[in-house]
């Protein structure tokens, strides 16, 4: 069973440009999240998609980060204008349909400059 | 306020010990909760998942247990291999969906 796939793995960019991420999650895998990790912190769940709609977007920061999951399937993750505390792992993920086990990818570290 | 601390930050043991890492959250309606494995650089690599209705889970070396009554839950590893070393996190769902991963505890297992 192929694992969550993202890319890219690494990303540099200059503060204010636009960055986007993509993630393919498990085959069959409805629900689908995407996470910051900031160095020494625990993942922070920014989206949660079920199929192609949002079950919790409550901390992303809408005015910068967009999400999109327009087929049920992979997604991208959008920022736009980027700042320097948005260096940082973006982890995906998806879950089992029953037990809700999750499995990540391994993650795009960006970093912002 | 849905929190998960895990402690301690860092852990260093002589390769062979058995040892436990921590994990506690102040919300004891749960859904389920989930142990990780993360190496530098990398992503994370599920553990154990222990469903709220189940008091543990075992894999190989590794223990899970779960106290929702305490808000606390334990990984136990058994004779502690220098690839064991690790950062090890805990993830808690809640009822209403909410997601919460603790910061992690730094394992290193020393030949």
Known sequence: EAGVAQSPRYKIIEKRQSVAFWCNPISGHATLYWYQQILGQGPKLLIQFQNNGVVDDSQLPKDRFSAERLKGVDSTLKIQPAKLEDSAVYLCASSSPTSLEQYFGPGTRLTVT | ?111
């Open chain 2, 1 to 111: 306020k849905q929190e998960v601390t895990q402690i301690p930050a860092a852990l260093s043991v002589p390769e062979g010990e058995n040892l436990v890492l921590n994990c506690s959250f102040t919300d004891s309606a749960i859904y389920n909760l989930q142990w990780f494995r993360q190496d530098p650089g990398k992503g994370l690599t599920s553990l154990l998942l222990i469903q709220s209705s189940q008091r543990e889970q075992t894999s190989g070396r590794l223990n899970a247990s779960l106290d929702k009554s305490s808000g606390r839950s334990t990984l136990y590893i058994a004779a502690s291999q220098p690839g064991d070393s690790a950062t090890y996190l805990c993830a808690v769902r809640h009822n209403n969906n909410d997601m919460r991963f603790g910061a992690g505890t730094r394992l290193t297992v020393k030949p």
